[in-house]
């Protein structure tokens, strides 16, 4: 059931997708061309029953795909993640669920994971869609780019292909979308960017509301967290909490001061509200400080299982131990890739 | 058969790894057991990597790793950590500033029965203001704080015995503590007095803006070294002070103020400032509970806070 194919297209269904079929065929054609061995997953996030069957019924012939159901609804993030996991393929690209883009362009990522890079991100240009949503998402991924150091100009982009290793070493819960590309440049994996045609784009003009950029917002408070403190979090909750003291101790220092010398008219201590703020923002910075305490307790006690470097080839001594036989890892010259975490398979097999 | 590694983490030294590695190879031909030398390199962008290689491809006992970006000196001190395989462990920077002829009196104190035996750079050649001053205050706090007397924490040359370091887990800045954690975990530390060379070539990769991570990092380390596996224990005290600050607040509220002019802030500073207290206490307490929850749930595979023991066997 698991022979290795060379190439694993992701699509993560939210919906009716009317143009599976076609985006499957075209694709298809593209990946036939190339002349490796291919297949399609398609995570289904939870469309129920009679949904199912009449994607099912729409699967064009003569294409390798497996569908994967969720069922319930769990989100596009969620279902690529499902989808990256159960990939077979050496190198995996996801694929946009409608005609975004020009399915010719996957040779150029495909091309560019061959060469030089471990992760490759899709970047529109020209985008087709009103001034007002190519100016929001400029904004964002500018903010993002400074945020995180990663040189992308378009994190949302569709179209993503990665090497196997990058799933395996990177993905965790709920992270295979926008992150996945910040999250591999800090474990030290190559990553790049190619130019994709952009044909047209869904989802309505103008503001794209609040919910969306109170999400965006928390995405990047995240990736701040993650990438800066998550080993240190003390780091983090302490400069937080320490701010809010520091403004607390000069609220209150001030108030008692103009209480004893009566600088300003309404010096009496009793009758300023501004000391209740100023205890309670010391109150409130010692709480956050506390919590990085905790966050430090639970990081130091789960610090065995997560291990925050990789190593990328180890080599044996060039001349054999005297006396001895040559050393157990020859052919010498040879890297020997590093496995990662012994105790759990890169590779499941269900048999 | 080998039963000692030395450990070197390097970034960037193109111009002076070559020359201690030769040092090194002289120095180890001497100590009559088998060795190998592991050397990490963590990133490097520079001629580092054909230097490595130029000297593995002649030696029979240096192996290289290579991280794939730059993870910083407790990465690389991991990694070697878990990828050599002696008995006894010695770390060594990678700069030439530790002399290889030390290794030989690190071991002596290990063979004398210590676990973790710490290098001490007694005379320094690094400038006074930058290195030398910070340095010793951090180290001052660090005894203080960790309650070892060691002169010298930030010294790489060290030696350990490897059936203790594989229990300590290595993460963030953490190597500049683990004679801390070793101590609590009621390791044997010594300290020996140590060489100190010039820099030859390549630049220092510290500074000076390390205090406030360096700070933070100490709170952290007092608080795992006495109370990472009773957390209730220090939330415990905390909220317990907080809640005698409450209750002092509570009676200075409600005493009669005529007699006590001085704090007659009674109706609003007092009754306010107490239960903001009595709030803190509380959350203590939860954060205390919390911390419990999170620990008792994780199952720390032979985790770096359970005591040493040794064994002693007496034969009938």
């Known amino acids: ?351 | 058969m080998v039963t000692l590694s030395v450990i070197i983490p390097v970034y960037n030294e193109q111009g002076s790894i070559g020359p201690l590695l030769a040092e090194l190879e002289s120095a180890l031909d001497r100590i009559p057991r088998p060795s190998e030398i592991v050397v990490v390199d963590d990133g490097s962008g520079d001629g580092t990597p054909a230097v490595l290689e130029t000297h593995r491809l002649n030696s029979r006992r240096l192996r290289v790793l290579r991280l794939r970006r730059n993870f910083g000196q407790t990465a690389a001190l991991a990694a070697g950590f878990q990828a050599a395989r002696g008995d006894v462990f010695v770390t060594m920077d990678g700069d030439g500033q530790n002399d290889p002829r030390d290794i030989e009196g690190l071991l002596a104190d290990l063979e004398a029965g210590y676990d973790v035996v710490s290098g001490w750079r007694r005379h320094r050649a690094d400038s006074w203001v930058y290195r030398r001053l910070p340095s010793q205050t951090a180290n001052r706090l660090l005894a203080e704080i960790t309650g070892v007397r060691l002169h010298d924490f930030g010294c790489t040359l060290k030696a350990y015995r490897a059936s203790f370091i594989r229990r300590v887990t290595l993460y963030a800045d953490m190597h500049r503590f683990i004679p801390g954690l070793a101590a609590a975990v009621g390791a044997r530390v010594g300290e020996r007095v140590v060489a100190h060379h010039p820099r030859r070539t390549g630049h220092s990769k510290y500074g000076l803006g390390r205090t406030y991570k360096l700070l933070t990092d100490m709170v952290v380390l007092r608080l795992l070294v006495r109370f990472a596996s009773q957390p209730l224990h220090y939330f415990g005290l905390l909220s317990i002070g907080t809640s005698a600050l409450a209750v002092a607040t509570t009676f200075l509220a409600f005493v009669d103020t005529t007699t006590v002019r001085l704090v007659n802030y009674s109706t609003v500073v007092m009754p306010s400032v107490a239960v903001l207290a009595f709030c803190l206490a509380f959350y203590f307490l939860m954060m205390g509970l919390m911390c419990e929850l999170a620990l008792r749930t994780t199952r720390p595979r032979g985790g770096a806070y359970a005591p040493m023991l040794r064994h002693e066997d007496i034969p009938a």
């Not at chain 1, 569709?158 to 591999?184: K, M, Q, S, Y």
């Open chain 1, 1 to 351: 059931m698991s022979e290795p194919v060379d190439i694993t297209c992701v699509l993560a269904l939210t919906d009716d997708s009317p143009e599976i079929e076609e985006i499957l065929r075209q694709y298809a054609a593209e990946l036939r061309d190339r002349g490796q061995s291919f297949e399609f997953v398609l995570v289904l996030d939870g469309l129920g029953e009679s949904r199912t069957a009449r994607l099912r019924a729409r699967m064009p012939a003569g294409v390798p795909v497996r569908l994967l159901h969720f069922n319930q609804s769990f989100g596009e993030e969620r279902a690529l993640t499902a989808g990256y996991r159960e990939a077979r393929g050496r190198l995996v690209v996801s694929l946009p669920s409608y005609m975004q883009l020009d399915p010719g362009d996957i040779h150029q990522v495909l091309d560019a994971l061959e060469r030089d890079f471990d992760l490759v991100a899709g970047w529109r240009v020209p985008r087709v869609d009103p001034w007002i949503n190519r100016l929001q998402s400029w904004a964002y991924n500018r903010v993002m780019s400074a945020l995180t150091g990663v040189q992308l100009h378009d994190l949302n982009c569709g179209l993503t292909g990665l090497r196997r290793t990058v799933i395996d070493e990177v993905l965790v819960e709920g992270n295979a979308g926008r992150f996945l590309p910040v999250l591999a440049h800090r474990r030290g994996f190559r990553v790049g960017e190619v130019r994709v045609r952009h044909l047209r784009e869904r989802g309505r003009a103008g503001f794209f509301g609040v919910g969306v950029y109170v999400r965006r917002l928390l995405d990047v408070v995240a990736l701040m967290f993650l990438t800066r403190f998550i080993t240190k979090p003390l780091r983090f909750f302490g400069m937080a909490g320490g701010l809010s003291v520091l403004g607390g101790l000069l609220l209150c220092g001030w108030l008692v001061l103009d209480h004893v010398y009566g600088w300003s008219l309404q010096g009496d201590l009793r009758n300023r509200s501004a000391l209740l703020v100023g205890v309670a923002l010391i109150v409130m910075g010692v709480m956050v400080f506390s919590l990085g305490l905790v966050a430090e307790i639970i990081i130091f006690t789960n610090a065995r299982n997560m291990r925050d470097y990789t190593v990328e080839r180890e080599l044996p001594p060039g001349r054999p131990a005297e006396g001895g036989p040559p050393a157990q890892d020859a052919p010498a010259a040879t890297a020997r890739p590093r496995q990662e975490a012994p105790e759990e398979p890169a590779h499941r097999d269900p048999s």
